[in-house]
């Protein structure tokens, strides 16, 4: 793998060069009178309508998880990995419900985070500094799993790991990252926003390229679901059980479905979710897009087939196997061995270019918590909107140090699994903060008290679960009362259980609650603040 | 203040939206429904095309949904005064 093909080379490198012109460029699309606020800088000004809001929703939750890991999986294990798909169906139901409520209630009250919302419902301090770290600590893996992408397809291409100096070999990824960094701090939302209209050209372009000509190379969706279920059946060497099935087998399907669900009722709790959601300039716009989203979701049902090419495909096997048995190689191997080398170049920018937009919106979400729910609430309670934005630019810095961190130094042979343990941290503020949005029943310490209990059950079952060589963390599922279960999902209804309890309990002896800030009308408001409105309104309203 | 109830108040119209996202929704979670690899579409087991025919189902679901819940009077407002409206 140290022969660096020229050709797909240069199509990567100048794609990548566009997109970072297009990043720094975006510092001057929509400009807004006032570019030293974090309404602008983090939530590009929630001025964004269907079709912008369609392609920054995509490219944020649509990531090189879709491209790398989901495939991996499959590849793996076969029918289980196709959890991914049943879970991106049933998310825009679960969005279109509370999408629009959250929406309203930040436009209604000026939140940017969904910890200021939990702040202001509950008037506590602490419950909003354990949502706010708790989506930090979710997110920071989440970005790393980005770099994991990224970092296959080098590996691939033959770029850096095939070198045994440590510093040389991360180079690629670090001067990657320093770039992606560099545009996000100057144009905040407004670069992935712009740059997820390329990324998807890519995305679209390659996903149908690979499953028309693929197929018609490998002799047939016959010969390719044979393979993979010849595969499939033989044994494990390891487990001592067949690798995986070609149909979920009814002991898998408790925790096909739990890690669906669990998954679809994390996501848009995710803080980079919840900005992209923030940044639509009406309500509407969000039903709009529950209807319209799904398209994605065909593309990754799509993708994850890419997994079961790739099993079909000896070169490919060959590859991951010298590459120590890392699935997370087959896509790109499959790229390499079956497109041209300018169309694997094609391929390859669009995983790279695919990791670089939810990269940056995820360390501009984190960035945001951090200002308004950390600096903003325990430093500098009376700091400007210009200081804000500052702090929020470097804060989106750290973060990306921070998840470079992670990526060097964690295995990634499962980075499923990475993005996995942060859905378990972050199911844990699902009462806070999306029950919360229907009714202010709980009392805050009971919800501060569940949030913990929760949190601390999930790591240690996460921790005590071997899998794929590792004796911990090596799966997020185990078994409850006989079935084996989404860890995320025991854990947030052991939450929910001593959150519901404790509540009851508070009331009884009349423990003094917080103030809740919001008032019902809140969560049914629509369209802006008049002044917003009327510069918005002007755009909108022409023909 | 002085608008029609808006439609998410209407008792029929939130059974009906509540009722198609819960389909929505279940067609995906009840894995016992597609977890077979018979009847085939082409070389594909059931498995794999009920998923992925599922999508475009969800997405006429949600859009009723949308449609059902849309304030329509004050859509028309928005159009004329430049999205002002719904306090």
Known sequence: MSHVNAVSFAILAVSFLSVTLIGFAAARWRPAEDPMQLNEWGLGGRGFGTFISWFLLGGDLYTAYTFIAVPALVYATGAAGFYALSYTIMVFPIVFLFGPRLWSVARARGYVTPGEFVRGRYGSQGLGLAVTLTGILATMPYIALQLVGIESVLAVMGLGTSSGNAFVANLPLVIAFVILAGYTYLAGLRAPALIAFVKDAFIYVTVIVAIIYIPSRLGGWAHIFGAASAHLKSVNPATGKPFGSLVVLPSGEWAYATLALGSALALFIYPHAVTGVLAARRRDVIRRNAAMLPAYTLVLGLIALLGYMARATPAVNAGVAAGGGDAQLSVPLLFQHMFPSWMAGIGYSAIVIGALVPAAIMSIAAANLFTRNIYKELFRPHATQAQETRVAQLASLVMKVGALGFALELNRTFSINLQLLGGIWILQTFPAVVISLYTRWFHRFALIIGWAVGIAYGTIEAYRTPGGGQQHFGASIAPVFGHTTYIAITAVLVNLVVAVGLTLVFHAVRLRDGYDHTRPADYSADAAPPVVAAARGTVSAAP | ?87
């Open chain 2, 1 to 87: 203040m002085a608008q029609p109830a808006p439609p998410d108040s209407r008792p029929i119209v939130r059974g009906v939206v509540t009722v198609l996202l819960l389909v929505a929704i279940g067609g995906a979670l009840v894995v016992p429904i597609y977890a077979r690899s018979r009847p085939k579409l082409g070389d594909f087991p059931f498995f794999y095309w009920y998923q992925l025919a599922w999508v475009p189902v969800v997405a006429i679901a949600c859009g009723l949904c949308y449609i059902l819940l849309r304030t329509k009077p004050a859509r028309v407002d928005a159009s004329t005064n430049g999205g002002e409206v719904q306090q």
